[in-house]
């Protein structure tokens, strides 16, 4: 099946940096959707785009979805602490969710 | 609301013993999923139920076995445990497959030896 590849596994940054992670996947997606988990906590939903170069924002966290619907990132500027834990892309592959393997994003005070 | 409802919270087990965990939403969702979490490998689907009285497998199903029991409860049983399913375990619901955001459970812990 198609394989959605998120980089970086991991990203330490000083609180007030901006942080980026990527999706990129070797075919078209249909749509994706983001998912934050908190350290010891479950996935919860953050986003879902649909339209080639969709853009979304939720306060600090900007999501994008690439023309041609093969990538996508979220940006979150001025990190906080409580921006602390993994995120991930995932994609509909036949009306089931392939998750990408997640950023890691710690967050130094 | 209780949302998605895991059981247990931890479990050791061992090698050879058979369990069954239990999953329960209280969102009349027709699709429900259940995922392993293991360190730098993401989410991985074992299987899920597109509707009541449906189950596919996922990307990791050997091992496992499931019951849709009803529209509210999915259960995934391990029948003869090895060490390579210790592991973080996800239950999940949405109202449909794919487009549909999916709610979570507060996953089940469990240890192999």
């Known amino acids: 099946g198609q394989q959605v590849m998120q980089i970086p596994q991991y990203q330490h940054v000083q609180e007030g940096e901006d942080f980026t992670t990527y999706c990129n996947s070797s075919?078209?997606?249909?749509?994706i959707q983001w998912y934050k988990q908190r350290p010891g906590g479950h996935p919860v939903f953050l986003i879902q785009?649909?339209?080639?170069?969709e853009v979304k924002k939720q306060k600090r966290l900007t999501f994008q979805f690439g023309e041609a619907k093969k990538n996508s990132s979220l940006h979150i500027t001025a990190t906080q602490t409580t921006d602390v834990g993994t995120y991930f892309c995932?994609?509909?592959?036949?009306?089931?969710?392939?998750f990408g393997q997640g950023t890691e994003l710690s967050v130094k005070p | 609301n209780a949302g998605v409802t895991q059981t247990p919270k931890f479990q050791v087990l061992k090698t050879g013993q058979s369990m069954t965990l239990q999953c329960a939403q209280d969102?009349?969702?027709?699709?429900m999923y259940w995922y392993r979490q293991d360190p730098g490998m993401g989410l991985r689907l074992i299987y899920y139920?597109?509707?009541?009285?449906?189950?596919d497998k996922g990307e990791v199903p050997n091992g496992y076995n499931v019951s849709r029991l009803n529209k509210r409860e999915f259960s995934l049983r391990l029948e003869s445990a090895a060490p390579s399913q210790t592991s973080v375990y996800f239950c999940?619901?949405?109202?449909?497959?794919?487009?549909?955001?999916?709610?979570f459970g507060p996953g089940t812990r469990l240890t192999v030896t």
């Open positions: 785009l649909v339209k080639s170069g």
């Open positions: 075919t078209t997606l249909s749509n």
């Open positions: 995932a994609q509909n592959q036949g009306g089931k969710l392939i």
């Open positions: 139920s597109a509707s009541e009285g449906t189950t």
């Open positions: 969102m009349n969702h027709n699709s």
């Open positions: 999940a619901s949405s109202e449909s497959g794919g487009r549909a955001e999916q709610y």
